[in-house]
């Protein structure tokens, strides 16, 4: 695994550089120079909400009873992310981060790892309306153009990413079992998982996840709303590049790349991939190949930013409860030595 990935890390490194060399590093510069410091902080703002919306999604699909409260769970969903952009040689490992970030135990631990899978499910699935919609858009704006056949073949591979992962599903018993004592065995921080795993719980708590239809057509909806917001993000991103596109335009270059990335998921974070896709996507509507690898670039340094800080955030709070009366932990003890300080002062001298 770590070979294939490796292999997919430099493949993606050298479409990058043949991107790069194609469009003018000199010229990419020149485009980002344009975003600044201001640019880039809008950017990361404006891509708060819809981390918190993909949170919120996470938490309707771990059934009635979620294991963390909605800002836990926005707060696992920015860690998954932190570790996806800072860690690509290790998704899996984001994910049992993002698990991790829950603090949950025992079941509750089993019911957060399943959620998230289920949630992964649910957000390939949103994927199929928005690109369907950006081969819409593209239709009515550009009929003959060539990026219409990759459109169809992004949509034909998602839709067969979704039928997979559905087909899986039929079969979740055996298959999770499988990953749980695995996981168990390589991360010891998911150790309670096998405990769970051994006491037959596990398709009992995955039944318990997908019987709540309602509140999985609720996280399809987010996840949904979620994709749609990104092309309005990416119309920001070309409106501080200081090369405004239309909303319409907006939509059709974001779902390329989105389309595009779904087969080739087997290059980190899509290096490489994702410049070439917005290179291809651009080139409809007439915008240079500096300004398209300029976009891509803007919103890998804002994955990157937001990734960064939040893991400074979660090692600084967990320095903060290391010291002496810092964090609730750290609160605690302080009250606890408090009290007995407090009683020991009351006992009558003998």
């Known amino acids: 695994m770590k070979g294939r990935t490796a292999a997919g890390l430099l493949a993606g490194a050298a479409i990058l550089v043949a991107v790069v060399l194609y469009a003018g590093a000199g010229a990419i510069v020149r485009a980002l120079e344009g975003l600044g410091l201001a640019g880039l902080l809008l950017i ?57 970030a829950l603090r949950s135990s025992g079941v509750q631990a089993l019911k957060a790892a399943l959620s998230m899978s289920v949630d992964l499910v649910i957000e390939l699935c949103a994927k199929l309306p928005y690109v369907l919609a950006g081969l819409l858009a593209l239709f009515a704006l550009a009929p003959a153009s060539d990026l219409l056949t990759p459109m169809e073949i992004g949509l034909g591979v998602t839709l067969g990413a979704v039928a997979a ?4 599903g039929r079969r979740a018993g055996a298959t999770l079992q499988t990953v749980v004592r695995r996981a168990a065995a390589r991360w010891p921080v998911l150790a309670s998982l096998r405990e769970v795993h051994l006491k037959g719980d596990l398709e009992t708590v995955l039944s318990g996840i997908l019987r709540p239809r309602g509140r999985l057509w609720g996280a399809l909806a987010l996840h949904t709303l979620c994709w749609f917001l990104g092309a309005a993000e990416l119309w920001l991103v070309f409106a501080l590049l200081g090369r405004p596109v239309g909303a319409l335009d907006a939509l059709v270059i974001d779902s390329v790349v989105a389309g595009l990335r779904t087969f080739v998921f087997m290059v980190p974070a899509a290096a490489g991939v994702q410049e070439a896709s917005y290179v291809l996507a651009c080139a409809v509507f007439g915008i240079p190949p500096a300004v398209a690898v300029a976009a891509s670039l803007a919103r890998r340094a804002r994955d990157l930013t937001l990734g960064v800080a939040t893991f400074g955030i979660g090692f600084g709070a967990r320095g903060l409860a290391a010291l002496p009366g810092g964090g609730r932990r750290g609160a605690a003890r302080s009250n606890r030595a408090a009290q007995t300080a407090a009683a020991a002062d009351a006992e009558p001298d003998s």
């Open 165 to 168: 992962a559905l087909l899986i």
């Open 44 to 100: 990361v703002l404006a891509h708060l909400p819809i981390e918190a919306l993909m949170g919120l999604a996470w938490r309707l699909a771990a059934g009635e009873e979620p294991p963390a409260s909605g800002a836990r769970f926005i707060w696992a969903r920015l860690v998954r992310d932190a570790a996806a952009e800072t860690l690509p040689f290790s998704q899996i490992g984001g994910f049992v981060l993002g698990v991790r």
